[in-house]
């Protein structure tokens, strides 16, 4: 008989620690799905920018002398916002110059592109043509200028001047057209507006004077 109330004393034993262990269970559960359920602080908001080029995709690059139009070739412009709730407006000009007094003013676009910017507010692609006709004369050199704003200043008279305000400005990009090679461009003289021979030793073909660089 004392062999069985022994035997019945660790039965009890086991039964009251498990009986603690289960209750314990439902605390620790409770702490790792409390853990899972509480939602993560709020993440600062990144400051509103004007879109930004991403020079280095551009294409075809811009470190190098863009020697002729490829018929179907397009030109694409990778550009960063922060703002994905208003359109991108991208103008492209050529040899764009605020009026020096040796060469005519141009102030008009020859290729505008509008984009909505991608949801995630990562990268949208800007992409245009452009034609030999574009250039007015193919044989001679010339500046392509493509600048990318949430709009532009129509009321300052100029289709090249990003307005200001709400849209933070923008960002620009140029290439160097020179269907025959940097010895083939001259620049402009200013005191009589005669054209000087162009040195290929410079980093990029001569610039007209006045031509704008935004």
Do not use: K
């Not at 993560?40 to 400051?47: S, T």
């Not at 990778?78 to 492209?92: A, F, L, S």
Request: with cysteine; glycine share 10%.
């Amino acid at each position: 008989m004392p062999q069985t109330v022994r035997s019945s004393n660790r039965a009890l034993r086991a039964l009251v620690l498990a009986a603690a262990v289960g209750a314990a269970v439902p605390v620790v559960a409770g702490g790792v799905a409390a853990c899972i359920t509480s939602p993560p602080p709020d993440l600062p908001e990144l400051p509103l920018r004007g879109p930004r080029i991403l020079e280095d995709a551009v294409r075809p690059v811009t470190d190098q002398y863009l020697t002729g139009l490829v018929v179907g070739r397009e030109f694409v412009v990778p550009v960063e916002v922060t703002d994905t709730t208003h359109p991108i407006v991208g103008r492209v000009f050529v040899d764009f110059n605020p009026g020096p007094t040796n060469m005519p003013p141009t102030t008009n676009y020859v290729r505008q592109v509008i984009a909505v910017p991608t949801l995630d507010g990562g990268v949208t692609n800007l992409s245009f043509f452009l034609s030999p006709a574009n250039l007015g004369d193919p044989t001679a050199c010339h500046i392509i200028e493509f600048i990318v704003a949430g709009s532009f200043d129509e009321m300052s008279g100029s289709s090249h001047t990003p307005t200001p305000g709400d849209n933070l400005g923008g960002d620009s990009v140029s290439w160097f057209y020179t269907p025959n090679g940097p010895n083939g461009c001259f620049a402009y003289d200013a005191s009589d507006g005669s054209a000087v021979q162009g040195d290929a030793s410079q980093d990029g073909p001569p610039l007209p004077d006045g031509t704008g660089t935004h």
